[in-house]
């Protein structure tokens, strides 16, 4: 990794605790590790994390001591140390207030002594230590001072690179359903470490699909890849299936109040746009430290203010006792022997004693700085979040040259006694299976079946395929497109020419991909044009067995689409069905909206990409109750009417002139078609 990144841009080496121990003869493994790299290390995003301290567990076992509400100090107990019993007051630990950097090494006057650090320098200066002390921050021990630190001051610890606490399994909402499906804790923290609401997350090795799902979750955008069909099977359903927390955006209403709210402050008054790339609104934790305190100058102005009462309590409190006691040697018990008054008056100064502590208090709060705490955004319980639009590419596996013990190139074509070569073409393979297959139709009881199908000596014809319709039986010229490419319009076009000069009865194509404009071409003179989209399972060539079973070739027939105007001038679309080839009658029959699951439409189509602007689903067998039953939660009639629908809402024209409407069918086929709209 050092030569691919350089050994300057190392961050960590992260070991985590797995599920498991590794089956082992030896010692058992039960670690695992990441490793951190950055492409530039001084320009390195990273955005710290943090686990929550716990008394007498991970961060709090130094927090021994405990302040009550009446300010009397005292040790935890063991039942309070451990959990198994309640505390009332502020729990606090005491630190060293020195260290071998200067401020400086003044003498300090605290309670009658004058004492100086006996090796290194004070943490802060003269001016801080003094405020140190009035706000009850500076413990005597023995002939040293120590700092008292409260667990609330920062109730957090940065998490650093030994992660012992990531080791969950699987649940029943998030079961494992592959071999090496990593925690999905794990890859919560290294996406939350490293990056924010709307950046994109690259995972080359896609497995079951737990980074897109957790980068799903947390609002980043995501790109998976994986050579497994099985993998990326498994990952679609996973996201798809999944349901996620809504988090509020600090670009909505919504999340400017809850911001507001946090902070208790008035609500923002700028326009909220939405936007995920400003972040959510998240926990934060007040951190004090040391250096706020010494600078809040605000507490010499509460000390102040508090004197003047606090002063002449203890003056009459002396005065009625004959005593001369400073502030930290009166007692907070009141003696038998004591007058009424006398009672009267410890009790009053110990009230705005007390009173004083919690002002003071409160401002160091107020003035501390927060840490945002990025992994825990406020969520809206009322809102369920599905998966957002993605899609589902597929790039064919290429194809490298091989060399011969001599370091020649293996010659592919020809044959060979030592086993090189291919055992039989792109084109082969695929009559092979044609053969088996069929062509299926977007009925499971509509399929084409081949009595025989015998290679065909033309240019774009390769095969002469012969089927029964009815009583008779009919000749199809086959094409098949390439092995890794789109057909296009004009493809068909002479492919159709050349069936026609054959005297077949009817063309199929065969391929991956079609071109957009092909959608709207189903017949040339008096041959049909039948266009069967093939299964990315053909790409598994030398794989696949051909036992006749899938729907290795299917054609989907096109939409029948209406374009509706309102009166504003905007459109609506509307879906009727689609048409289908039947092999039995050899016609066309148009099959109604049933026969659709779903239905998309890109409002601005660039002919380049399809991008889902509206989405609708017909589906089958009362598809509402099963989304509530998915979801577990209720859903807006009104919403999903909008949704259930087979005319959508209406929208503007589109800017480039074009719309595409996307039709997929209850088997999952789809067909894609373009329309002008002026």
Not at 491 to 508: M, W
Request: proline content about 5%; overall charge neutral.
């Amino acid at each position: 990794m050092d030569e691919v990144f350089g050994q300057d841009n190392f961050v960590a080496l992260i070991p985590f605790k797995k599920t498991t121990s590794q089956t082992s003869d030896y010692l058992a493994g039960a670690m695992d590790y990441l490793i951190f790299y950055a492409k530039r290390k001084e320009i390195l995003k990273y955005r710290q994390l943090f686990n929550t301290k716990s008394l007498g567990g991970m961060g709090g076992g130094e927090y021994q001591y405990v302040v009550e509400p009446s300010g009397e100090e005292r040790r935890l107990s063991p039942d309070e140390f451990t959990g198994l019993e309640s505390i009332s007051g502020r729990v606090y630990a005491s630190h060293p207030i020195t260290s071998q950097r200067p401020p400086g090494s003044f003498p300090v006057k605290f309670r009658g002594n004058v004492i100086i650090p006996r090796s290194g320098y004070w943490k802060t200066g003269e001016i801080g230590f003094a405020r140190l002390i009035k706000a009850d921050r500076i413990l005597p021990a023995g002939s040293i001072l120590k700092y008292r630190r409260f667990l609330d001051d920062f109730a957090c610890m940065p998490i650093a690179n030994y992660w012992d606490d990531v080791s969950s399994g699987a649940s029943k909402s998030d079961p494992k359903v592959y071999v090496v499906q990593t925690a999905r804790r794990v890859i919560e923290r290294c996406v939350l470490m490293a990056t924010d609401p709307g950046d994109l997350v690259l995972d080359p090795t896609c497995g079951s699909g737990t980074t897109a799902m957790v980068a799903e979750q947390w609002g980043r955008r995501w790109i998976t890849i994986d050579t497994s069909r099985v993998a990326l099977a498994l990952a679609r359903a996973r996201i798809m299936g999944a349901r996620y927390p809504y988090f509020l955006l600090a670009d909505s209403r919504e999340g400017q109040i809850k911001e507001a709210e946090v902070m208790r402050t008035s609500p923002s008054s700028q326009p909220a746009r939405g936007d995920i790339r400003h972040g959510f609104v998240t926990e934060r934790v007040p951190h004090i430290t040391l250096k706020s305190i010494a600078n809040n100058a605000e507490i010499d102005v509460i000390w102040d203010q508090w004197q003047t009462k606090l002063g002449p309590l203890r003056e009459k409190l002396n005065a009625e006792l004959k005593k001369t006691w400073e502030e930290w040697e009166i007692p907070r018990e009141v003696d038998s022997k004591w007058s009424d008054s006398a009672k009267k008056l410890l009790t009053d100064w110990w009230q705005a004693r007390n009173d004083r502590q919690r002002e003071i208090d409160r401002s160091i709060a107020t003035k501390a700085e927060f840490e945002y705490l990025c992994d825990k955004p406020y969520e809206d319980k009322k809102t369920v979040r599905v998966a957002g639009p993605f899609t589902v590419e597929s790039l064919s596996p290429h194809r490298t040259l091989g060399v011969d013990e001599n370091d020649e190139l293996i010659d592919s074509l020809a044959k060979s006694k030592l086993g090189y070569g291919v055992k039989k073409d792109f084109t082969g393979m695929i009559l092979e299976n044609l053969k088996i297959a069929g062509v299926q139709q977007a009925h499971k009881t509509d399929k084409i079946v081949f009595t025989a199908l015998n290679p065909w000596p033309g240019d774009l014809v390769c095969a002469e395929g012969r089927y029964m319709e009815g009583n008779a039986e009919q000749r199809a010229a086959i094409f098949i497109g390439p092995e890794f490419g789109t057909v296009q319009r004009a493809d068909l076009v002479a492919a159709a020419r050349e069936a026609g000069d054959g005297g077949f009865d009817v063309l199929i194509a065969c391929a991956f991909n079609y071109e957009a404009h092909t959608t709207d071409f189903a017949k040339l003179g008096r041959i049909p044009v039948l266009k069967a989209r093939m299964n990315a399972d053909l790409h598994m060539a030398e794989d696949l067995k051909n036992t006749g079973k899938g729907n290795l070739f299917v054609i989907f027939g096109e939409p029948d689409i209406a374009i509706l105007t309102e009166k504003d001038g905007r459109i609506r679309v509307k879906v009727n069905g689609v048409d289908v080839f039947d092999p039995s009658t050899g016609e066309v029959r148009s099959d109604g909206a049933e026969g659709i699951a779903c239905w998309f439409i890109d409002t601005d189509y660039n002919e380049e990409s399809f991008f889902v602007r509206h989405a609708y689903f017909l589906g089958a067998n009362d598809p509402y109750t099963s989304l509530k039953t998915t979801l577990k939660a209720e859903i807006d009639a009104d919403a999903w009417a909008s949704l259930h629908s087979d005319t959508s809402r209406p929208f503007e024209k589109p800017k480039n002139g074009r719309i595409a409407v996307k039709v997929i069918n209850h088997l999952g086929d789809e067909v894609m078609k373009v329309f002008k709209v002026a």
